[in-house]
T-cell receptor, first 111, second 116 residues
């Protein structure tokens, strides 16, 4: 069964550093998403991406965040200057029409 | 704004028994989708079952079924013949059927424990 692949599975970074989280969506999917889950809390929408541009973003997705599909297969989330409160599980997802498939997540720890 | 409420932070069930997880939601939309996701300790989000609001028939996937009550805005998940591998966090999620948004709105989750 096709999968959404996320790398790395765990990343530790120092506060103020830039991080890039990587995702390979399912190849024939057209819609891509990032969600995050702070430990013990609910899953929150960050951004959706379609046709090489952001289609929707949440209030969480401020100027410190950006997304990119650099080469037609990867989908990345960049956090420019990480804060302690960015520590969370970040999930990538892709969708063909309305059925999401999530990746296994990247645990980001900001120290 | 749409909200999803899961009022049971934790539930437990004996192996082979049946358990029902509750979910209610608030929306003014008439068309939408509802989902149940399972998150085992590995933290991966796994789709369990999906329901389209326009369908009156309750969705079923093997041991998993839903009780969708549109008027009551209720979407409960029934797990029959519970297995140890069913132990996980279960999230209810809502998605409107509109062209300009497809984000999922999640509830806070229910942790299900399964005892042998």
């Amino acid at each position: 069964e096709p999968e959404v692949t996320q790398t790395p599975s765990h990343q530790v970074t120092q506060m103020g550093q830039e991080v890039i989280l990587r995702c390979v969506p399912i190849s024939n999917h057209l819609y891509f998403y990032w969600y995050r889950q702070i430990l013990g809390q609910k899953v929150e929408f960050l951004v959706s991406f379609y046709n090489n541009e952001i289609s929707e973003k949440s209030e969480i997705f401020d100027d410190q965040f950006s997304v990119e599909r650099p080469d037609g297969s990867n989908f990345t989330l960049k956090i420019r200057s990480t804060k302690l409160e960015d520590s969370a599980m970040y999930f990538c997802a892709s969708s063909e029409v309305y059925g999401y498939t999530f990746g296994s997540g990247t645990r980001l720890t900001v120290v | 704004a749409q909200t999803v409420t899961q009022s049971q932070p934790e539930m437990s069930v004996q192996e082979a028994e049946t358990v029902t997880l509750s979910c209610t939601y608030d929306t003014s939309e008439s068309d939408y989708y509802l989902f149940w996701y399972k998150q085992p300790p590995s933290r991966q989000m796994i789709l369990v079952i999906r329901q389209e609001a326009y369908k009156q028939q309750n969705a079923t996937e093997n041991r998993f079924s839903v009780n969708f009550q549109k008027a009551a805005k209720s979407f409960s998940l029934k797990i029959s013949d519970s297995q140890l591998g069913d132990a996980a966090m279960y999230f209810c999620a809502y998605r409107p059927f509109r062209y300009n948004t497809d984000k999922l709105i999640f509830g806070t989750g229910t942790r299900l424990q399964v005892f042998p």
